[in-house]
């Protein structure tokens, strides 16, 4: 668990730091004086439609590495092992195939949004140079994430590609950058480059087997292989579609759309900065929990399971209440456009659905690399027929509040799924006793410090409510003994301030 702890942690100081940056990016995006609402809901109408395209283009073959590196690792010898050269042929092939479907459904594309997101239209195309770009590192992850170098490709997507994005913003504000357009076509290369990084620095740390020979492993293994890949890349693709059909589902079906979607997209930045903690602890717990159902060592999933769940929960309710009670000053207080005011109850509903789904902690890696992986096909298809009508009809009903709404609902019913199932097939679940403290705790101190700062604004109410609440919940945790790596992570620290 220690080396899950430390590379978790720094894998979370790395993508806080780019959050940082992100947040920085989305002030300028959301300023009254540099872009319009509509160019900033673009520019998140073609994160949302990249990721779908990534999802669909990529064939599975992250899901293939994650599964079955132990076994090449155990069985092959390294200059032999030809997993990555299978995963990057089965995004090429992915990658082509979708491009050409792409402009088959490019009149149907049209005629859904040309009415309501006419600059969605304009720039399409463009979309393709992001996806690929995307796709190539997503693949790298995967395999730097086996080869224990989850830091530094959290580094190249959290930290370095939103520093790249913020060079764009500010070289378009100074001029450097001459028009919108000139943006989003440098913009639509953003990916590939932390792609080439990637690669390169693999490369260059000896980790980039690409031999041109079928193993005798994969023959071996192709039926199970392809059984197992394809119903991950199924269930996968499904829960994508579900995560991102709020923002493509905006611009096709309510007036001002793509202003609407910036309003919406604000507030769905700001409940995704709760889930950076997820990330970190992802990429550190796939080789483990891997190993550990290749051993069938029961304790240690339980284990990983539940210190997931409520590390991941702490994190999550502790910005989330640090956010809600600075939402709205700090609106007014940087000067954004005042139509992001009305983003503020989408923010708290899609903050709660964030919470829900990090602190069931990571059942979706456990049952992906479970002997039951089928499981994730059948729980993205529960939660797709239950997003996709709620969202459509509630957006239609209520607009983005409705949106929300539909995501807070059908990602409850998602991961109770999930829960139920570890529960009645292996005895994991991901609660303790901590869990509803942690509630009580995060509850008492957001609602007292709302209410000794609520009649006031500016940086000083800002910074003083900020400072109050962080003490606060820091006290609140480390008293109440809510994570048993609080102790160590603590010690650690007061080691290396007594060396320096």
Not at 230 to 255: N, R
Request: glycine residues 6%.
């Amino acid at each position: 668990m220690s080396s899950i702890r430390k590379q978790s942690i720094l894998s979370t100081l790395v993508i806080y730091g780019g959050f940082g940056i992100g947040l920085l990016n989305t002030y300028l995006f959301t300023r009254k004086d540099f872009f319009t609402q509509e160019e900033f809901g673009l520019y998140n109408a073609f994160i949302a439609i990249t990721l779908l395209l990534v999802a669909i283009g990529n064939l599975g073959a992250p899901y293939f590495i994650y599964k079955f590196f132990p076994y090449y690792r155990d069985r092959t010898t390294p200059g032999k092992n030809d997993q990555l050269t299978i995963a990057f042929i089965l995004g090429m092939a992915g990658f082509v195939l979708l491009f050409f479907a792409g402009q088959l459904i490019e009149p149907l594309i049209i005629r859904k949004y040309a009415t309501n997101s006419p600059l969605l239209i304009q720039y399409f195309n463009w979309i393709y140079a992001l996806a690929g770009g995307l796709l190539l590192f997503n693949i790298l992850e995967a395999w730097g994430w086996q080869q224990k170098e989850s830091v530094i490709s959290n580094f190249l997507k959290e930290g370095f590609w939103r520093l790249l994005v913020l060079l764009l913003i500010i070289f378009f504000i100074k001029g450097w950058i001459s028009s919108f357009t000139q943006f989003v076509k440098l913009f639509s290369f953003s990916y590939l480059i932390i792609g080439l990084l990637l690669f390169i620095y693999l490369y260059r740390q000896q980790k980039i087997p690409l031999p041109l020979q079928v193993s005798t492993l994969t023959i071996r293994l192709k039926r199970p292989l392809f059984n197992y890949t394809s119903f991950t890349y199924a269930g996968t693709l499904i829960f994508v579609v579900a995560q991102v059909f709020d923002s493509i589902l905006i611009p096709s079906v309510l007036e001002n759309a793509l202003a609407q979607l910036a309003i919406y997209s604000l507030a769905q930045n700001m409940a995704s900065m709760l889930q950076a903690p997820q990330r970190g602890m992802i990429a550190a717990a796939m080789e483990p929990l891997t190993s550990a159902w290749k051993q069938k060592d029961q304790q240690t999933l339980q284990r990983i399971y539940q210190r997931s769940s409520i590390n991941l929960f702490l994190f999550g309710v502790c910005f989330f209440g640090l956010f809600a009670i600075n939402y709205q000053d700090a609106i007014i207080t940087l000067q954004l456009k005042p139509a992001f005011l009305s983003g503020f109850t989408v923010f708290l509903l899609l903050g709660i659905t964030r919470l829900i789904d990090m602190g069931t902690g990571i059942n979706s890696q456990l049952i992906v690399t479970s002997p039951r992986w089928r499981f994730e096909f059948i729980s993205g298809v529960i939660l797709l027929l239950s997003m996709l009508p709620l969202s459509y009809f509630l957006t239609k009903s209520y607009g983005i509040v409705g949106t929300a709404i539909a995501q807070l609902i059908s990602i409850s019913i998602y991961n109770c799924a999930r829960v139920l199932f570890l529960w009645l097939t292996f005895k994991l679940q991901p609660f303790s006793y901590a869990t509803l403290k942690a509630i009580l705790l995060f509850i008492f101190i957001s609602v007292g410090i709302h209410l000794i700062f609520k009649d006031q604004q500016g940086w000083l109410s800002l910074f003083g409510r900020s400072a109050l609440y962080l003490a606060s919940a820091s006290i609140g945790v480390i008293y109440l003994k809510l994570t048993p790596d609080i102790k160590p992570v603590l010690q650690s620290i007061k080691k290396r301030l007594i060396k320096s």
